[in-house]
């Protein structure tokens, strides 16, 4: 890829977007021109990218005409079409959905843990799920000095990763039951405010949804390790746009809690957070907004012997979602 | 204990204790006469009871000359410093708070699941952990079937664990958000309002809060099986009075999923609930006002072939509180 791209964002009215955007502009990332593609209901908008104003332009097979390098942020279905077609025209795709993730020839990359898969792609990266990067940016480090094979993870994560309108109706139908009125639910088929649920993602025959199958998945292909075993529990709670989770983590042999705060507190992105004295360990509202996942909690397995429990807390939108497909495209800069 | 006995409720203005009082009259629960006790700020403040005005009673000594049984709903320290008062005066105490459920001669009872350990009862009796009930509830039952070796659970706790002043911070807290004002919390040191946090009860220096190792030493006591090993994370979510639970369940053998349900459908107070076709499971909302433990989402552990994972909601303020207190009384009347 040349050294100062022209740039596309796929996407760009949405909470991934607006992010994505955000983050080019304050991270200087260099490129030469910036094109804003979003759906036909943004027609005639525009957003401000370094004091310019940028119309908003439909999406078509011309738009990646010239284009160096695209961040896909509009769901599944508009990456399967037109990802292909952005490659045939000659640009590197950093895609957020899940359409091309475990396809083979595919890197699915968190840099910090395995930005060498960068080197080999054809043309589409793909961005890990978002509660699979913030469990791998604390699991990564550990299983490479003390190998693990069995982890145990319940989610708690938070209405950005459904999109801004799910950020929205969770704010609206809060703001609705505080004021004792109705609402009517768009994007939710059960009530958020005040509640939790299982991840709203298909559910499997084999009692699993789609998001706990990915963060399987997915780890085993950040890891390169098709032997670690894992089983998640994806909830979904009322928060805006952190997510947390409770990871159970069984190593092949004991690991000292101080040994495992060592290698993380020595390991990139990520941060220890908290204070044992007041009792106080890391929220989602500690990490908005904080290029950081927080991780703190590390303590014994009270059942078993080779397993330690860990608390991490991670901004969805930062290096759950934008953020690390900023950093994708800062490591292809440097290759 | 005679038949119609003379009851008080202390703490009878709680969150626990309110709807003890409701309990109570819905249920008919046979008594002869019902004294309400709270702290002096109730002073002069009435409830009522089957139509009766009740004028709400100061905390002394003197409270208890006649009562046959208490149902002691106000702290830890309000029991470890009446309950033997009363006891001492002829009653016997069904105790809400922690303050003797560890003690070798005090029964922590589940009525469904060890209600024989009323019989040997000295005075006091415990009623265990919510977050321990509504886990054992489904709990019990398999491990009678199969024996359970370990357990790994991830909690989502409502605000009514930590009382009726906290379903008010967390409403009053959301409101301020949603109108964009200040507000100062008196309760929790944490955001609560879109935030979820580490269970706020006092932390231990292996790392786990007092909340976690309730729920390993209650489990062994009341399933009798101190080998039972258990590893807990404990997380508030701002939910109202529902508690949830992500459990990851270790048979001594492989326990087919169907046969998990089997054993659950066919055991008192526990009710299945979920909708596969829609990809919806219980949520806190759906289990507010119930009686029963809601219970769903069996599946294979990906991870390991002895284990299952289930997923349990309870109404913290009903089964994890005021009515396993009243289910103990039912038992004991009829003893």
Redo the contacts between chains.
């Keep these: 890829m040349k050294s100062l791209p022209n740039v596309a964002i796929i996407g760009a009215t949405g909470a991934v977007g607006q992010v994505l955007l955000q983050l080019l502009e304050t991270r200087s990332f260099p490129l030469d021109s910036l094109k804003l593609i979003a759906s036909p209901k943004s027609d005639g908008k525009t957003m401000i990218f370094r004091g310019q104003t940028l119309r908003l332009e439909p999406l078509s097979e011309s738009a990646f005409d010239g284009i160096d390098l695209c961040f896909f942020a509009a769901g599944k279905e508009i990456s399967k079409r037109f990802a292909p077609i952005a490659v045939a025209k000659g640009a590197v795709v950093i895609d957020k959905s899940s359409a091309f993730r475990m396809h083979p020839e595919v890197p699915l990359v968190i840099p910090e843990i395995n930005a060498e898969a960068l080197k080999n792609h054809q043309g589409i990266i793909a961005n890990p799920n978002c509660t699979a990067t913030i469990m791998l940016m604390a699991i990564a480090p550990l299983h490479r000095k003390h190998r693990i094979e069995?982890?145990?993870v319940?989610t708690?994560q938070a209405a950005s990763g459904a999109g801004a309108e799910a950020i929205e109706e969770?704010?609206e139908e809060?703001?609705a039951q505080?004021e004792g009125k109705s609402y009517s639910r768009k994007i939710f088929?059960?009530?958020y405010a005040?509640?939790?649920?299982?991840h709203?993602s298909?559910?499997f025959d084999?009692?699993?949804?789609d998001e706990e199958m990915k963060l399987?998945e997915e780890t085993r292909k950040i890891l390169g390790d098709p032997e670690i075993?894992?089983?998640a529990?994806c909830?979904r709670?009322?928060?805006?746009r952190s997510h947390?989770e409770?990871l159970?983590i069984e190593f092949q042999e004991p690991v000292e809690?101080e040994e495992a705060y060592a290698i993380l507190r020595s390991s990139p992105g990520i941060i220890q957070h908290e204070n044992?004295e007041?009792?106080?360990?890391a929220?989602?509202?500690d990490a908005e907004g904080r290029n950081e996942v927080l991780f703190g909690?590390?303590?014994?397995?009270?059942?078993?012997p080779n397993?330690l429990?860990m608390?991490v807390v991670g901004d969805q939108l930062l290096k759950g979602a934008s953020l690390n497909a900023v950093q994708i495209a800062e490591s292809l800069l440097t290759l």
């Design positions: 069995r982890i145990i319940a708690y969770l704010r809060v703001r505080v088929s059960q009530q005040f509640n939790v649920f299982t709203n298909p559910l084999n009692g699993y949804v399987l075993r894992l089983s529990t909830v709670v009322p928060t805006i947390a409770a159970n809690v044992r007041k009792g106080l360990f929220s989602p509202i909690r590390l303590r014994k397995d009270l059942s078993h397993a429990e608390w």
